[in-house]
């Protein structure tokens, strides 16, 4: 049985690589069975054999999205190691960030769009936020900053607004730039160095 399930591995990668695909090109209601196994060059039983309906497939497309991963200590500690100011915190965690934005971009625009009416979806948006938020309040550790501005600085640095800002005409570089700009003037408002 084991050896059943290693062979079958790569064909539910290309299956979930398929459907991430898909879903950035055209949506994730709008992704049908045949069309994942037409990308994944197998046939439609072998995406359903993986994957009973076409929301299962999203935990999996999670997993390969960094800014979806879960934030543990260590993570942390491994983001901040040797930064002592608050906004040098801040600035590795809005520049990593966005950079992840970049890179996954497409699904994320896709989830994020969705996230109301695909139950899965509006769970994976709760865990990006939350994550974000667990960072951020990281960053801030030691500092004044009030939970308001926790979530202000947050909210200025979620995928939308990154998003929002390459869409009126800045490239990638300069939407990141944009957000630090915020998160920096948020902070200066905290009066947090």
């Not at 992704?31 to 054999?49: I, L």
């Amino acid at each position: 049985m084991r050896a059943r399930a290693i062979a079958a591995e790569p064909t539910r990668r290309r299956i979930v690589q398929s459907a991430m695909t898909l879903h950035a090109e055209q949506g994730v209601l709008a992704t049908s069975y045949e069309q994942t196994a037409r990308r994944a060059g197998t046939a439609p039983a072998a995406v359903y054999r993986h994957f009973s309906t076409l929301a299962d497939p999203l935990p999996a497309c999670a997993r390969s999205t960094h800014v979806l991963q879960p934030v543990t200590p260590a993570l942390v500690a491994d983001i901040f190691r040797g930064l002592d100011r608050p906004s040098s915190r801040m600035e590795v965690l809005v520049r990593g960030t966005c950079e992840c934005y970049e890179r996954d971009g497409a699904w994320l625009r896709a989830a994020r769009y969705e996230e109301h009416l695909v139950e899965p979806l509006e769970e994976l948006a709760r865990v990006q936020r939350a994550n974000l938020a667990l960072l951020v309040r990281a960053a801030l550790t030691g500092t004044k900053a009030s939970e308001r501005a926790t979530r202000v600085m947050a909210a200025l640095s979620d995928f939308p607004v990154w998003e929002k800002l390459r869409v009126a005409g800045l490239n990638a570089a300069e939407a990141t730039e944009q957000v630090l700009e915020l998160v920096r003037d948020q902070l200066g408002k905290e009066n947090t160095p």
